[in-house]
T-cell receptor, first 111, second 115 residues
Framework: SQQGEEDPQALSIQEGENATMNCSYK?????LQWYRQNSGRGLVHLIL?????REKHSGRLRVTLDTSKKSSSLLITASRAADTASYFC???????????FGKGNQVVVIP | GAGVSQSPSNKVTEKGKDVELRCDPI?????LYWYRQRLGQGLEFLIY????????KSGLPSDRFSAERTGESVSTLTIQRTQQEDSAVYLC?????????????FGPGTRLTVT
């Protein structure tokens, strides 16, 4: 079953603006990952945050994790048209080797 | 190096026919996963293989679905007696080891259409 739930599920912003999306989950986790998918093709890994980390940066991406609230956020700063994609969070529950993917956030960046 | 490849990229089949989808993982990756993604939906886990361990088949939706993997290389996903609800993109991913600590590398997917 899908564990991650992203919010909002669709976001439309102007180029240069920041995009923020959230993900909630239900069980205890080892890690949480964010992936990007362009045009219904394969997913590309963006960032992994461990359960003992609260914030992580990678380029224009900033991920936070609040294990007490069982939620994570992904912030894309200074968005570009090329950031238009669907973004998925995926959680790795304890004792389980498979990732549970959310339903995804569709982000459209308008040039 | 080469990424994960899948074939065919598109497959149109008639209801009731069997189909076989192929995945070539990244060399050296011991874990291989299959997912199904219906239009506009998230990823639905189907099965994963880790080395020589018994595969986790808990996500297969029915006994019409099966998968095999030869050692730590190629995997095939077989769908027998296809139904229209099987229409989806089937994604394969591989990782160094199974588990959430390892990022998964995805192939481009096979778009299956059952008419």
């Amino acid at each position: 079953s899908q564990q991650g739930e992203e919010d909002p599920q669709a976001l439309s912003i102007q180029e240069g603006e920041n995009a923020t999306m959230n993900c909630s989950y239900k069980t205890s986790i080892n890690n949480l990952q964010w992936y990007r998918q362009n045009s219904g093709r394969g997913l590309v890994h963006l960032i992994l945050i461990r359960s003992n980390e609260r914030e992580k940066h990678s380029g224009r991406l900033r991920v936070t994790l609040d294990t007490s609230k069982k939620s994570s956020s992904l912030l894309i700063t200074a968005s570009r048209a090329a950031d238009t994609a669907s973004y998925f969070c995926a959680t790795a529950p304890y004792g389980n080797n498979r990732l549970a993917f959310g339903k995804g956030n569709q982000v459209v960046v308008i040039p | 190096g080469a990424g994960v490849s899948q074939s065919p990229s598109n497959k149109v089949t008639e209801k009731g026919k069997d189909v076989e989808l192929r995945c070539d993982p990244i060399s050296g990756h011991t874990a291989l996963y299959w997912y199904r993604q219906r239009l506009g939906q998230g990823l639905e886990f189907l099965i994963y293989f880790q080395g020589n361990s018994a595969p986790d088949k808990s996500g297969l939706p029915s006994d019409r679905f099966s998968a095999e993997r030869t050692g730590e290389s190629v995997s095939t996903l077989t769908i027998q007696r296809t139904q229209q609800e099987d229409s989806a993109v089937y994604l394969c991913a591989s990782s160094w080891l199974a588990g959430g600590a390892y990022e998964q590398y995805f192939g481009p997917g096979t778009r299956l259409t059952v008419t």
